[in-house]
T-cell receptor, first 114, second 114 residues
Framework: DAKTTQPPSMDCAEGRAANLPCNHSTISGNEYVYWYRQIHSQGPQYIIHGLKNNETNEMASLIITEDRKSSTLILPHATLRDTAVYYCIVRPLNSGGGADGLTFGKGTHLIIQP | DSGVTQTPKHLITATGQRVTLRCSPRSGDLSVYWYQQSLDQGLQFLIQYYNGEERAKGNILERFSAQQFPDLHSELNLSSLELGDSALYFC?????????????FGEGSWLTVV
């Protein structure tokens, strides 16, 4: 499985854009990048995912570099409620009945400062 | 609200006992996943079912078992409980298996073993 590397923690001022980086240098050409977040002890919340192109939805934007070795999750106007642990996950292909779920690392603890 | 429903939300039981956690996936979702989150281990994949059949196993103990019923709800059975089994147990679901299918999580069941 492709591994991801994220900073353990980040701060961002309320109202500013939060840019969360993720390195996934061993990603394969047909593996997706997923982002989830977990607000203290709640269920992980899906944010966005992408394969090659940049993606945007009502929550965030996902910027994937052309070589696909890294990506950035952008929360355009961070609020205090965005304080959470953010997980960048490379979703493996299902190989002959193997698990095709999500493998969570330690993520980035994003703290939004008032 | 992800649409994944888990019961009970909280459960306290004694060592050596057996409990059953229940999960109703999102309407139309065929794949169900179970995860365990303890303070020192993070989110760990336990097991996946797809349309009633076991698809993949992760770090699931032999004392634990699961099944998915014809109506697609799932149950996770935990037996001979130990103090170390105290954790949050999450159920998640997706329409199909495969990396392009988004996985949605429930709010979890808090299990405390005393």
């Amino acid at each position: 499985d492709a591994k991801t590397t994220q900073p353990p923690s980040m701060d961002c001022a309320e109202g500013r854009a939060a840019n969360l980086p993720c390195n996934h240098s061993t990603i394969s050409g047909n593996e997706y990048v997923y982002w989830y977040r977990q607000i203290h002890s709640q269920g992980p919340q899906y944010i966005i995912h992408g394969l090659k192109n940049n993606e945007t939805n009502e929550m965030a934007s996902l910027i994937i570099t052309e070589d696909r070795k890294s990506s950035t999750l952008i929360l355009p106007h961070a609020t205090l409620r965005d304080t959470a642990v953010y997980y960048c996950i490379v979703r493996p292909l299902n190989s002959g009945g193997g698990a095709d779920g999500l493998t969570f690392g330690k993520g980035t603890h994003l703290i939004i400062q008032p | 609200d992800s649409g994944v429903t888990q019961t009970p939300k909280h459960l306290i039981t004694a060592t050596g006992q057996r409990v059953t956690l229940r999960c109703s996936p999102r309407s139309g979702d065929l794949s169900v996943y179970w995860y365990q989150q303890s303070l020192d281990q993070g989110l760990q994949f336990l097991i996946q079912y797809y349309n009633g059949e076991e698809r993949a196993k992760g770090n699931i103990l032999e004392r634990f078992s699961a099944q998915q019923f014809p109506d697609l709800h799932s149950e996770l059975n935990l037996s001979s409980l130990e103090l170390g089994d105290s954790a949050l147990y999450f159920c998640a679901s997706s329409v199909e298996s495969g990396p392009g299918n988004t996985i949605y999580f429930g709010e979890g069941s808090w299990l405390t073993v005393v």
